[in-house]
């Protein structure tokens, strides 16, 4: 019987989970450990396609949550937009989502449930452990609006990675 072998990238994996606790929980205060983190990421990457798939991923994500900041479905306290470690968040995701969560999306309604189930989940977490900044004013219509924001996102995600894989 022959072992199956697993290439796990740990690293990102790792990296990406310490990191969004880190930026959630401490948020400005993690910011430069962070911030290093993503540059050492990005110089890791193999092509410069994967590193310009994490810049426009990045970019990608802040214009989409600063719709949903605009529109009432998110709201971060006494600001009109996003908070800076919010924005390094998105660096990290496109990271990690390049790195490994992309291997997961090749089907699109694999995509659209990994997406629409564990985008929302990230958020509700995340405005958990953030002591109030990160709040959903729409209530359940919040819930709703994520849930298909990120089931798109995830099919978006996923087709994207035969760009730069």
Not at 74 to 93: E, N, R
Not at 106 to 135: F, H, Q
């Amino acid at each position: 019987m022959t072992a199956l072998k697993v290439n796990i990238p740990w690293r990102a994996l790792l990296g990406f989970e310490v990191c969004w606790f880190l930026l959630v929980y401490f948020q400005q205060l993690a910011f430069w450990p962070v911030l290093l983190y993503l540059l050492y990421g990005l110089w890791q990457l193999p092509s410069r396609n994967a590193q310009l798939a994490v810049a426009l991923t990045a970019i990608f994500g802040i214009v989409v949550d600063s719709l949903l900041v605009f529109s009432g479905i998110l709201s971060f306290a006494q600001l009109a937009w996003l908070p800076l470690w919010f924005v390094l968040l998105w660096g990290i995701f496109a990271l990690a989502l390049v790195e490994v969560m992309s291997r997961f999306l090749t089907k699109p309604w694999l995509a659209a449930l990994l997406g629409g189930v564990g985008g929302p989940l990230s958020y509700i977490g995340g405005a958990a452990l953030s002591d109030g900044v990160m709040s959903f004013p729409a209530g359940i219509w919040s819930y709703v609006v994520l849930t298909l924001v990120w089931g798109f996102l995830g099919i978006i995600f996923g087709y994207s990675r035969r760009w730069y894989a």
